[in-house]
C-alpha cells in the first residue's frame, strides 16, 4: 500500500481540510509540519510551484491546494464519499465550494484590516453568508444533507477560525439571530466524530492568531 502523507501547518484551515477529509476517509497518513518562514527541501520539492501548503503526497506523486486535494481524496478513497453520485448534485457542490474559495478572503480582510477597508470586508463577509446560508444551505442538516459533503470541508473554517476571529476583532459576524441556520450547521458540523476530535486547540488557535494579527498592523 502507498503510503500518504500530508504537509501542512498548524492553524491553516485549508491544512485542516484535508485533515478532516482524511479522517472521514479512515486513511492512515503521515502528517509533516512545516515551518512557513523556512519552506523545506521537502514543500520545494512536491509543491515548486506555489510553494504553499497542504501537500499531500501519495506514494511518490503529490497534489496541492486544499479543495483539489479534497476531490482528489474522494476518487481515490471511495468510502463514505463526500460527493453525490447524481452529476447535478456533483457541479453544484463544486459551485458552491468554489464559491467559498472566491469569497473567503473578505473575512481575511475582517482580519487583517482596520477602518474603511475593514468595514467593507465586513460587509462583503456578511453578504456571502446570507448567499449560501438561504441557497446552499437552506433547511439541511449539513450541506451534504445527513452526512458531510464537499461544500462542509469547504466551508468548515467557519466552524472553529470565525469565531476566534469575531474575539480578536471585536466584530460578530455570525450572529445566531441573523444567521440561525448557519450556527446550527456549526454545531452539526462539530458533533461529527471526525470533526471533532480533529480541531485545533482555541487558546492555542487564539493566541497565534492574535500575534499574527499584531505583526501584519505593525508592518509599514
Known amino acids: 500500500m502507498e503510503t ?15 485533515i478532516w477529509a482524511l479522517k472521514l476517509k479512515g486513511i ?20 515548486p510551484i506555489h510553494k504553499k501548503v497542504p501537500v499531500l503526497i501519495h506514494g511518490e506523486n503529490s497534489v496541492c491546494e486544499s ?33 467559498v474559495d472566491d469569497k473567503s478572503y473578505n473575512t481575511w480582510n475582517v482580519f487583517c484590516n482596520t477602518g474603511e477597508k475593514q468595514q467593507n470586508a465586513i460587509k462583503e463577509s456578511l453578504e456571502m453568508l446570507k448567499t449560501i446560508g438561504e441557497n446552499a444551505l ?5 450541506f451534504g444533507g445527513e452526512n458531510i459533503g464537499l ?16 474575539d480578536i476583532v471585536g466584530v460578530k459576524l455570525l450572529d445566531p439571530q441573523i444567521f440561525p441556520r448557519i450556527n446550527t450547521w456549526i454545531k452539526n458540523f ?13 487558546h492555542e488557535m ?9 505583526k501584519m498592523l505593525a508592518s509599514p
Open 206 to 214: 487564539f493566541v497565534y492568531m492574535k500575534n499574527a494579527r499584531d
Open 151 to 166: 461544500v462542509d470541508i469547504a466551508f468548515g473554517g467557519y466552524a472553529q477560525w470565525m469565531e476566534i476571529i469575531e
Open 67 to 99: 479543495m483539489v486535494i479534497v476531490e482528489y481524496i474522494d476518487e481515490t478513497w471511495p468510502l463514505n464519499p463526500l460527493l453525490s453520485a447524481d452529476p447535478y448534485d456533483r457541479s453544484m457542490a463544486r459551485f458552491w465550494a468554489k464559491y
Open 28 to 47: 492512515t497518513y503521515e502528517y509533516i509540519n512545516e515551518d512557513m518562514s523556512k519552506k523545506s527541501p521537502l514543500l520545494l520539492k512536491y509543491n
Open 190 to 202: 462539530k458533533k461529527v466524530p471526525a470533526i471533532k476530535e480533529n480541531l485545533p486547540d482555541r
Open 4 to 18: 500518504v502523507k500530508l504537509i501542512g501547518t498548524p492553524f491553516s484551515f485549508f491544512t485542516y481540510r484535508v
Open 138 to 142: 437552506g433547511e439541511k442538516k449539513l
